[in-house]
Structures are given as structure tokens and as C-alpha cells.
């Protein structure tokens, strides 16, 4: 995949709703805690799925019922391919400002870009 310009990530940032937003900024910070794991399309689906489950709040009055399931089997049907793609933008294009702010990266900095990111994402 290239690199997204700004154009193309807000495009695709802008298209997302509040609860996808959500997902994609635990999503990212999961791929960037884990960078070697990002191109193993199992773990990455895996991870999309943790990280709905928790921002759909499946569960978090006691175990997760069926309908807990349902919704979440739902949502993550629904919204996968553009949640992943936007996702992998997001994530490119924050490893990209990382390696040309030429200082050591950290969580802490790559956070703030995905931040910066998420709350900028309006129409271009």
C-alpha cells in the first residue's frame, strides 16, 4: 500500500463515524506497539475484533451474552474492510511522521499523531 497523502487520509478519516474512530485509534496503537505483526492478516483481524468488542462494550455489565456476540459479529462485518483500510493509512502514514521527526519514536509520540489525526479528520 502507499503512503496516503493528506487528501486521500482524510478522505478516508472523514467517512468514519465516532465509534469507528474509536476502534481505529485502539486498533492503531495496537499495530504500533506490535509493527512486525501488522502484514499477518490474522492478527490484524484479531486485533480489530478485540478492539470493537471493548468499544462496543460487549460484556462490561458481566459476561458477554449472545446478543453481546451478535452485535459485535455484526458490527464487525459491517464496517471491517473500511475500518481495516483506513486503519493501515492511518498507520503508515504515522510511522512515515515518526521516521521524519528523526528523533527516537515512542508510544507517547506516535499517539499524538494518530490523535492529531483523528480530531483533524475533517472534508478536505
Known sequence: MPLPDDVDLRTCLAAC??????VLG???ARCIVEPQRVRDGEWLLRTFVEVATVALAAGDTGPATTADVER???WVRSHRDHVLRTALRLFLRTADELRAAGSPPT???AQAIVRRHLAG???P
Request: glycine share 12%.
Open 17 to 22: 463515524d465516532d465509534l469507528e474512530k474509536k
Open 26 to 28: 485502539g486498533l492503531v
Open 72 to 74: 459485535v459479529q455484526t
Open 107 to 109: 508510544l507517547e509520540s
Open 121 to 123: 479528520s475533517g472534508a
